[in-house]
């Protein structure tokens, strides 16, 4: 799955970005925003209003909507207020969610997945924590009371870090194996290129090599 991240930076100030730059990146938090219903947008104007008092500090580097849309608040070389003590190590992601239970949405669960394995990849990192795995805090929720559905949220982010096995270069589809290994012992191919598109002058080529080894009788 590809990734589209709107850039929503929060002002510089001192409740959720302070501008600090951030340690060396160790992986990703996994959180979810608490707030049944809520969009990215109104969690990322959240933290941006938090600016203007002077008790609460919150922030997240990422915010997933509902719809899997991303929103980044704050740039990966600083710190954002997501996790006290894992702060300075660790990229943050909240995860928006339609009701109390705290369940992702598919499409929230696999922007995620998306996400989180992009920057373990840029990183070359592997960790990944919830914030309860931090701090204690139950979040993300269903992920705390749900421990199988965390392990195979971890399982497909792992999965999404490596990239798919590059197909063996000059190989046949099984089903032609055969045929082609064949092909190749009578000279009436080469033997490169099995699964590119073929040109009338190659087809005539091909016949005139099986006339000439007089394969067919």
């Known amino acids: 799955m590809g990734i589209t991240i709107t850039e929503n930076l929060l002002t510089k100030n001192p409740m959720s970005r302070p501008g600090t730059k951030i340690g060396a990146i160790k992986g990703v938090i996994v959180h979810y925003v608490g707030n049944p219903g809520s969009s990215a947008l109104a969690n990322r104007n959240y933290f941006e209003a938090l600016r203007n008092q002077s008790t609460i500090h919150a922030s997240s580097h990422y915010i997933i909507g509902m719809n ?3 929103i980044r608040c704050v740039p990966e070389n600083e710190v954002a207020y ?11 992601i909240e995860c928006c969610h339609p009701d109390a ?3 992702f949405s598919d499409k929230t669960r696999a922007a995620c997945v998306a996400l989180a394995a992009n920057i373990l990849r840029r990183h070359h990192v592997s960790e990944i924590k919830r ?13 705390v009371n749900h421990p199988v559905e965390w392990a195979k949220l971890k399982s497909d982010i792992h999965a999404a870090v490596a990239p798919p096995p590059a197909p063996k270069p000059d190989e046949p589809a099984d089903w032609a ?5 064949w ?8 033997g490169t290129r099995p699964k590119d598109n073929i040109t009338r002058q190659e087809v005539v080529q091909m016949l005139y090599n099986a006339h000439n080894r007089k394969i067919f009788k």
């Open 68 to 70: 899997g849309e991303i």
């Open 82 to 92: 997501h996790a006290n003590s894992a702060n300075s190590n660790y990229i943050g």
């Open 101 to 103: 239970a705290g369940k």
């Open 131 to 143: 914030h309860h795995d931090i701090t204690g805090k139950f979040c993300p929720l269903y992920y």
């Open 177 to 181: 194996k055969h045929a082609w290994n």
């Open 183 to 190: 092909g190749k012992a009578h000279g009436i191919t080469d």
